[in-house]
């Protein structure tokens, strides 16, 4: 078997180049950790081979620029330039959302966007709430390696796997990501909702030192 060509391969890290997506781009980067950047666009990646597994076309059963605003802005609310006054998906999804109306995007599809961050930790909930919702939570738990899910980890062979961590390097990204969201749930207890991720993550960080999330990815396929 032979491995992908290099079209393939620039196709699988090509990102939408669009004025919103690069306007996104240029919101998230500096006001997120290179690990949580390169996490956000991972998931677009990824989300984006599940789309096309299942048979969802972009341009027809889904818009291109909203998916990658919303993979890409997932974690918005960990950003260090937030107010960290809620729960971080629901920060992120609030200030995604504004960020979308500002520039011209329909409330109908700003909303769309806002119910796939505000729902990306929800198993069981997102998925039910529309596509938007079903790639995003996809995406992510392809880039977790299967520690939130293995649906579809064959999606991605070993190469793809290469070429897309080659262009946006994991740098340890189960801790940096668990750090940020522990730093936010622990400025107010109105970020932290017993039984909700933050809040959870939180409790288990204060009394085991490590998340079960963390323990997890210790044996997931990209083992961070």
Not at 157 to 175: C, F, G, K, N, S
Request: hydrophobic residues 40%; aromatic residues 6%.
């Amino acid at each position: 078997m032979t491995g992908p060509t290099r079209e393939a391969t620039a196709d699988l890290i090509t990102l939408p180049g669009t004025p919103l997506a690069d306007a996104v781009v240029n919101l998230i980067r500096p006001v997120e950790t290179p690990s949580v950047f390169n996490h956000s666009i991972r998931s677009y990646l990824f989300a984006r081979l599940v789309a096309g597994r299942l048979g969802l076309a972009a341009g027809h059963d889904y818009h291109d620029d909203l998916l990658f605003a919303a993979c890409a802005m997932h974690d918005l609310g960990v950003a260090s330039d937030g107010p960290h006054s809620q729960r971080f998906e629901v920060e992120g999804a609030d200030r995604a959302a504004a960020f979308l109306i500002d520039r011209g995007v329909p409330a109908a599809d700003a909303d769309q966007v806002w119910q796939a961050i505000a729902l990306h930790t929800s198993p069981g909930i997102a998925e039910r709430r529309g596509t938007l919702c079903v790639l995003l939570r996809e995406g992510l738990a392809l880039d977790f390696g299967g520690a939130m899910g293995a649906g579809h980890l064959d999606a991605l062979t070993d190469e793809q796997a290469d070429a897309v961590h080659t262009a946006y390097p994991r740098l340890d990204m189960i801790r940096s990501l668990t750090d940020a969201i522990v730093a936010q749930a622990a400025k107010n207890p109105k970020n932290a909702p017993r039984y909700a991720i933050p809040g959870e993550f939180l409790r288990e960080r204060q009394t085991f030192g490590r998340t079960r999330m963390e323990h997890a990815c210790r044996s997931s396929r990209w083992g961070n």
